[in-house]
């Protein structure tokens, strides 16, 4: 698209980050979402070491392995969106939109219309790659999901975050449990039935400059350089996002046993 042609477009804020790790990253998304005005895209290459995320309702001993958990002292946070759970590690990627309610025309601030918008952005990106679909709220090629998605609405703005699976360590998988509310696609596949390595079919590097040039399709797209520290310091805001104690987790292996 030329720049004759962008204008108009609604102004989209890109920032990338390189192993940031994925608990600042979701109180930096947190915070976007209900302190900032703009339109915001944040794509994080890896974090720093493998971590479990869990959705806003989540319940640890409904989803983990929690022996395993704490015997290997995996973190595990809990999120401020909702949406399932995944272990990330530096073999993820993640991106995330931060969008007003009138940001992407024609989209209502309702997770399925959201969810069909994304699906439409992506197929730009894996244009030339058999069988990627959005297949329920799953990133999929054929039957094999290889990017989970998790929303948050507000009466105003909405984010739509997706950790994509470039890599994985099967042994991490191990940490999960199968939920009790699958996808209906996964029918009772374990984890490494169910998903695969977005690394056999597109580079990394490729990958993230296709999103971002998917992006510049919908917005006009400003690089930012943000500053965490100072980020981090907006006044009266509290964050819903947060690491779980380990006395919480132990507590929770009680209940499960």
Not at 5 to 29: A, D, S, T, W
Not at 110 to 121: N, V
Request: neutral net charge.
């Amino acid at each position: 698209m030329s720049s004759t042609q962008r204008v108009g477009l609604p102004l989209m804020n890109l920032v990338r980050f390189k192993g940031l790790p994925i608990l600042k990253q979701l109180h930096l998304e947190e915070q976007l979402l209900r302190t900032s005005s703009d339109n915001w895209c944040l794509i994080n290459d890896g974090t720093d070491a493998p971590t479990i995320v869990m959705g806003l309702s989540g319940k640890p001993f409904e989803l983990l392995e929690l022996g395993s958990v704490l015997q290997d002292q995996i973190p595990v946070i809990r999120r401020f969106s909702g949406g399932g759970t995944v272990i990330v590690d530096s073999g993820t990627i993640f991106v995330t939109l931060i969008c007003n309610r009138d940001a992407v025309p024609g989209v209502q601030p309702y997770p399925h219309a959201i969810m069909h918008w994304s699906g439409l952005l992506y197929n730009e990106v894996f244009k030339g790659i058999d069988d990627f679909q959005l297949r329920e709220n799953d990133y999929v090629f054929g039957n094999c999901k290889f990017g989970g998605n998790a929303q948050s609405i507000t009466k105003k703005r909405w984010v739509h975050h997706t950790s994509f699976l470039w890599d994985f360590e099967a042994r991490n998988m191990a940490y999960l449990k199968l939920p009790r509310k699958a996808p209906e696609y996964r029918l009772t596949r374990k984890h490494m039935e169910f998903v695969c390595r977005m690394k056999d079919y597109i580079t990394r590097p490729l990958f993230i400059d296709r999103t971002a040039k998917a992006i510049e399709n919908h917005f006009y797209v400003k690089p930012v350089d943000l500053e965490l520290d100072a980020a981090a310091c907006e006044a009266g805001f509290v964050r819903s996002t947060r690491l779980l104690m380990k006395q919480e987790l132990e507590e929770a292996l009680c209940t499960s046993t």
